[in-house]
């Protein structure tokens, strides 16, 4: 259909996250390391436009202020930065929405719950609050 799966945005998600706790000085693989591990617990995207194949987007994700102890909210936006030509081999496929580079082309949230090596439910770190 000569746009991204819907399927696709989790990965993009991850990534996102990953790389703010790098951005903070911690890899995931460190976090884990030390006992802690962040499963998703609720994930939700609202799908505004399509992500085209040949696009450049970039996530942008942020934390959300919680007063939780084991939970960690974020929430992203999908934003267009340089439009591909739509081009699929079978010739540029047409979609009704005109998109601009700056266009947020979906947002998303995800809840994340901290767990230990068990799964059994625990506080976050401290500096991860």
Not at 9 to 28: D, F, N, S, V
Not at 60 to 86: C, N, P, Q
Not at 93 to 103: E, F, K, L, M
Request: glycine share 8%; hydrophobic share 40%; proline share 2%.
């Amino acid at each position: 259909m000569g746009v991204a799966h819907h399927a696709a945005y989790a990965p993009w998600l991850e990534i996102a996250r990953t790389e703010l706790l790098r951005a903070r000085g911690m890899t995931y693989a460190s976090l884990e390391a030390a006992g802690t591990f962040l499963v998703i617990t609720k994930l939700a995207v609202n799908y505004r436009r399509p992500v085209k194949y040949d696009d450049v987007v970039e996530i942008r994700v942020r934390v959300v202020e919680s007063t939780s102890r084991v939970k960690l909210e974020h929430e992203y936006d999908v934003v267009l930065i340089e439009a591909g030509d739509g081009h699929t081999g079978e010739g540029n496929i047409q979609h009704a929405h005109t998109r601009h580079t700056g266009d947020v082309l979906a947002t998303a949230a995800t809840t994340l719950a901290c767990v230990d090596r068990d799964g059994k439910v625990g506080a976050l770190p401290d500096w991860l609050k």
